[in-house]
Nanobody, 113 residues
Framework: QVQLVESGGGLVQAGGSLRLSCVLSGRIFSLTNMNWYRQAPGKQREWVATITVGGGTSYADSVKGRFTISRDNAKNTTYLQMNSLKPEDTAVYYC???????WGRGTQVTVSA
């Protein structure tokens, strides 16, 4: 059974940092591109970042230069390092394993002004 579990969310002041983690179980992690998405209250879910199986990365313009996506295939884990956080980054953050069409349940990130 495929499972994605996010962790690392929390409350942080503007300008602070958080690192999110997402662990995949039940499938071969190294075969799948991984995405991070986020959904703020009252808004649609939006794409944040992607890392490919080869390690290539891409980012939404709103987070470019502040967020870094990475992966550790040995740990079946993808990370999202978030620096210089802004109140508008407040959202539930979800990871997505593209090949398996799987989503985690999300982790809340709240950035106070």
């Amino acid at each position: 059974q495929v499972q994605l579990v996010e962790s690392g969310g929390g409350l942080v002041q503007a300008g602070g940092s958080l690192r999110l983690s997402c662990v995949l179980s039940g499938r071969i992690f190294s075969l799948t591109n991984m995405n991070w998405y986020r959904q703020a209250p009252g808004k649609q879910r939006e794409w944040v970042a992607t890392i490919t199986v080869g390690g290539g990365t891409s980012y939404a313009d709103s987070v470019k230069g502040r967020f870094t996506i990475s992966r550790d295939n040995a740990k079946n884990t993808t990370y999202l390092q978030m620096n210089s956080l802004k109140p508008e980054d407040t959202a539930v953050y979800y990871c997505n394993a593209v090949l398996y069409g799987s989503w985690g349940r999300g982790t809340q990130v709240t950035v106070s002004a």
